[in-house]
């Protein structure tokens, strides 16, 4: 089975979880398509035949050109097995609200492009401290010390659980070779 893997990255830690995610897709025998949607080149000669998608929240939203792509082929992406992995540092969060917050951004993704994923992954992200600004250093650094996270912003800190990718891909694909 051909599996396009395509994923918006703002800082890196979306890209390194689609890499993760098309890493398990070939150890399990099948062809992965790792494409950044961001490149917006044809991601393959031949259709795959199954897609997850990755993108993270920033802002509160996905970035427009992941929203883009998912309205311009919610057709072909309902036609296959496909699956969505939301990145967000608020499903770790140990506020309620956030957590809760976090669970329905998808939603607002079926709402604004009418595709609605056969499975959805949320996966906590990272304070990519060394991709920041100054100023946005400062607002994660606040934000991490709030959430009682490691705030030195001297190291990268990652909450991606990875074992969890790794059964969130292993369901998928046992679901899709059906």
Known sequence: ???LVGYVSIEGQTRKIAE?????????????VLFNV??????????????????????GRYP????????REKDWLSSVPNAFVSVSLFIRSDIDAEQDEARHFPDALK????WAPDHVHHA???????????FKRWMMKRMAEREGAPSDTGE???????????????????????
Request: aromatic letters at 14%; a negative charge; glycine letters at 4%.
């Open 111 to 114: 709402t604004e492009t009418g």
């Open 156 to 178: 990268d800190v990652e909450f991606t659980d990875w074992s969890e990718i790794d059964r969130f891909v292993s369901v998928f694909l046992s679901s899709a070779d059906r």
């Open 124 to 134: 906590a992200g990272a304070f990519r401290f060394s991709e920041y600004d100054f």
């Open 64 to 71: 427009a050109p992941f929203v883009d792509f998912v309205r």
């Open 1 to 3: 089975m051909i599996v």
């Open 20 to 32: 993760a995610i098309a890493a398990r897709i070939e150890k399990d025998g099948h062809r992965a």
């Open 38 to 59: 961001m490149s917006m080149a044809e991601y393959a000669l031949e259709r795959p035949e199954a897609a997850i998608l990755c993108a993270p929240i920033h802002a």
